[in-house]
């Protein structure tokens, strides 16, 4: 069920019996069925074991900094998995990443948002969702990004997934949580048709980003050691200088019958 049916009464063309045919009546749209993030997780946690120890990450500080609240299941996802990879081919956002393309809080979603808006204005290809309400969480490694859509802005698990070409110009829609969208996709059910058909050749696996080794520090200087005063009164006085000058000739041997050696001759001579 989409976005649009959730947040707006569908309009069925219905004849009711004994009214006039012509007039149609509106019918309250289904209720959409709550989603269970924790069981969708269980299943993604079975096709695609978590790493041992991920990072911890301060929600209330990630949602303060982007002004919007976050799905439960994807918090849930990054806290059992950390930043990484699905098959060494999908790159899921993580906040703080030193890397801009899978970066949840750095500049890549308005990025993103921008070029979109551009591309909508301008380009000959329609999108399928307004730019404003797309928000990048992911990156494959031919270039496609796969997206929230953000609407109603303010129930983030309500939210959907969509993912483009790397082109831009197909879109593939589904209706869910980040996390089923995982599941559906590690486990075969479902292939977005922008993703290559041999993902799964080596089967389902995550490998998660190595944790950057900190620079050594630096060891502090030694301080120099201070010169043995001299004794009272005394000054250190004048250095004889033993090393002869460059242009000082050396004294002529001693022995009898030995004379200096013949100079070198120069190059070209």
């Known amino acids: 069920m989409s976005e649009l049916?959730?947040?707006?009464v569908i309009w069925h063309v219905r004849c009711q019996?004994?009214?006039?045919?012509?007039?149609?009546?509106?019918?309250p749209a289904a209720a959409t069925p709550p989603r269970n993030?924790?069981?969708?997780?269980?299943?993604?946690?079975?096709?695609?074991?978590?790493?041992?120890s991920p990072p911890a990450t301060d929600w209330n500080a990630v949602e303060t900094l982007l002004q919007m609240p976050?799905?439960?299941?994807?918090?849930?996802?990054?806290?059992?998995?950390?930043?990484?990879?699905?098959?060494?081919?999908?790159?899921?956002?993580?906040?703080?990443?030193?890397?801009?393309?899978?970066?949840?809080?750095?500049?890549?979603?308005?990025?993103?948002?921008r070029q979109l808006v551009k591309d909508h204005d301008n380009g000959p290809h329609?999108?399928?969702?307004?730019?404003?309400?797309?928000?990048?969480?992911?990156?494959?490694?031919?270039?496609?990004?796969?997206?929230w859509i953000t609407t109603p802005r303010n129930h983030p698990d309500l939210w959907n997934i969509?993912?483009?070409?790397?082109?831009?110009?197909?879109?593939?829609?589904?209706?869910?949580?980040?996390?089923?969208?995982?599941?559906?996709?590690?486990?075969?059910?479902e292939r977005p048709p922008v993703f290559p058909s041999d993902l799964l050749s080596r089967g389902a696996f995550f490998t998660p980003t190595s944790r950057p080794t900190p620079a050594p520090q630096p060891r502090p200087a030694r301080a120099a050691r201070s010169p043995t005063p001299p004794p009272s009164g005394e000054g250190?006085?004048?250095?004889?200088?033993?090393?002869p000058t460059a242009d000082a000739s050396p004294p002529p041997s001693s022995k009898p019958?030995?004379?200096?050696?013949?100079?070198?001759?120069?190059?070209?001579a």
């Open 5 to 8: 049916d959730r947040d707006h």
């Open 126 to 147: 329609s999108l399928p969702h307004r730019p404003e309400d797309l928000f990048a969480i992911g990156v494959t490694d031919n270039g496609n990004h796969l997206f």
């Open 70 to 113: 976050l799905p439960t299941d994807y918090k849930q996802l990054i806290d059992t998995y950390g930043p990484g990879s699905f098959c060494d081919f999908l790159h899921l956002s993580t906040p703080h990443r030193n890397k801009e393309a899978v970066g949840l809080t750095g500049p890549m979603p308005a990025r993103l948002r």
């Open 37 to 52: 993030p924790v069981i969708s997780l269980e299943s993604l946690t079975r096709l695609a074991p978590p790493p041992a």
């Open 236 to 243: 250190p006085g004048p250095r004889a200088t033993t090393c």
């Open 162 to 189: 969509t993912v483009n070409e790397a082109d831009g110009h197909t879109w593939h829609t589904r209706h869910g949580s980040l996390v089923s969208f995982l599941v559906a996709l590690l486990s075969g059910d």
């Open 17 to 27: 019996p004994g009214t006039n045919p012509d007039v149609y009546r509106p019918r």
């Open 257 to 268: 019958g030995n004379s200096p050696p013949e100079p070198l001759p120069r190059l070209g």
